[in-house]
């Protein structure tokens, strides 16, 4: 049965401990309704008012064996010093007074409106979380993809690819993350709140681009978020997965996720993951219904819903991760 940890902390324990009202850990709560990466990702305050700042260990010192009477030469660790970015997502609700009001309860039309909201903003946080990159987008936070797209480059030791003969964009990806305060976790800002920060700013005269205007109630919306993967090795990504070839290589992907299994550093060590999207989460789970499969995928029943799981880790499904992927070199 797939054991998930429930010591460490998430988005929606974050938000509890910071807002005693209650007010921001229920919107936080409808976010990870619709987020299956902030039901597992651990989150922490950062240390900067811009992200966080952590050393990262680069090698290990030297040992040797010696003799009596015999001195060894001194030696030390190498290390590094990285700053992860939070990066901020908005939006701005303007609704006119009178639509608002047109079936005589305005406060319900606004609170529908809202949950269209929370549905944008965790949308784009998702897919950031796989796909931004500063690089591009300096506004943006640094998500998993452009951290391992290179086998050549730091971290591509932590890519498994799927299809060695892979071609064309209809490429996909499988995730296994070890969430946790010294691997991978969520950040945000020093001295601020955990989750979105939301502000009901009332009925106000607002300009409908002619100079004109019309009485609207406006809401703003915020989330301050970042990603700190503190240790490379806690990541795993199973790229070059072929959508296009399934159905006659579809055996590659259970070997992958074995292969990508055995590289995690070490598989006790926070909590731990699958994340893929619906095309591949279906076929996982009819190979769950295969017995020859249920040695090292199974469904279990866990809080009163079918859980697929592989080795003992939850296999979440999420909308953001693309089908569309390049070839990962």
Not at 68 to 95: F, H, M, R, Y
Not at 219 to 242: P, Q
Not at 252 to 277: K, S
Request: hydrophobic letters at 40%; aromatic letters at 8%.
């Amino acid at each position: 049965m797939a054991v998930i940890d429930n010591t460490l902390p998430t988005l929606l324990d974050q938000a509890r401990r910071t807002d005693p009202q209650g007010g921001i850990a229920a919107v936080v709560e409808q976010l990870t309704k619709r987020n299956p990466l902030l039901e597992d990702m651990v989150f922490q305050e950062g240390n900067l008012p811009t992200g966080h700042r952590f050393v990262s260990r680069t090698s290990l010192p030297s040992v040797a064996w010696r003799r009596l009477n015999e001195g060894i030469s001194p030696s030390k660790s190498g290390t590094t010093q990285v700053d992860e970015v939070c990066g901020q997502v908005a939006g701005l609700s303007v609704l006119d007074v009178d639509v608002a009001d047109l079936n005589g309860n305005g406060a319900a039309f606004r609170a529908s409106e809202d949950l269209a909201f929370l549905q944008s903003l965790n949308n784009e946080a998702n897919s950031a979380l796989f796909y931004a990159s500063t690089k591009a987008n300096p506004e943006k936070i640094c998500g998993f993809a452009p951290r391992f797209d290179l086998s050549s480059a730091i971290g591509g030791g932590q890519i498994v690819k799927c299809d060695s003969g892979a071609s064309g964009n209809d490429q996909t990806s499988i995730w296994l993350i070890c969430w946790g305060p010294q691997t991978a976790f969520g950040i945000f800002p020093k001295g601020s709140q955990a989750g979105i920060k939301f502000k009901d700013l009332g009925s106000q005269l607002w300009d409908d681009g002619t100079g004109k205007k019309f009485e609207a109630y406006v809401s703003s919306w915020k989330w301050h978020l970042g990603l700190c993967v503190k240790d490379y090795r806690y990541v795993v990504r199973i790229a070059n997965v072929d959508t296009g070839s399934l159905a006659s290589n579809g055996t590659n992907v259970v070997e992958a996720m074995i292969r990508a299994y055995n590289t995690l550093e070490d598989t006790n060590t926070g909590r731990m993951a699958w994340y893929c999207n619906r095309t591949i989460g279906t076929y996982l789970h009819l190979q769950a219904m295969n017995s020859t499969r249920q040695s090292t995928l199974s469904v279990d029943n866990i809080a009163g819903k079918p859980i697929v799981s592989f080795l003992g880790a939850p296999i979440r499904i999420t909308d953001s991760i693309l089908n569309t992927e390049s070839v990962v070199a």
